[in-house]
């Protein structure tokens, strides 16, 4: 199962809420994801004229395709409830979250995206995180090590 995660949004956001949704592709761009050529790290969303847009997502050229190939960093439509798309809106415009990609996944055979509603980290809150990493990698050492 293909599934590809942006490990640099838990970094650099506090995720509040996960929304799923689907997102328009090409034909070309579903065989690219399904070779695993795509990338989400540096990709956001943002919403316009009441409909959420991905930007910058990177998916890469299908080498078996004729001219009739997709741009590998086009802006592309994400399917949502327009009840959803209001309360988003009121969330990014009010309270000054983001909107970041966590991950892009197979269901059945659609592709979603599961769309994060962020707010972005200080480096304070950067450095307890890689702390709180590296206290369960020490604790799960040393269970490995009691086992032995």
């Known amino acids: 199962m293909i599934e590809i995660k942006n490990k640099k949004a838990t970094f650099d956001y506090f995720i509040e809420e996960e929304i799923e949704c689907g997102i328009v592709l090409k034909g070309t761009e579903i065989k690219s994801i399904r070779n695993g050529l795509a990338n989400i790290k540096d990709c956001y969303a943002i919403i316009k004229d009441n409909e959420v847009f991905l930007l910058n997502m990177f998916i890469a050229k299908y080498e078996d395709a004729s001219i009739f190939n997709h741009d590998e960093r ?75």
């Open 74 to 148: 086009r802006t592309r439509k994400l399917l949502l409830n327009k009840n959803e798309i209001f309360k988003l809106k009121e969330k990014v415009e009010i309270k000054g979250y983001t909107l970041v990609p966590i991950k892009l996944y197979f269901k059945g055979n659609k592709v979603k995206i599961l769309l994060g509603l962020c707010k972005g980290k200080k480096n304070y809150d950067k450095r307890e995180s890689i702390k709180e990493k590296d206290i369960k990698r020490e604790i799960i050492r040393t269970i490995k090590d009691n086992n032995k």
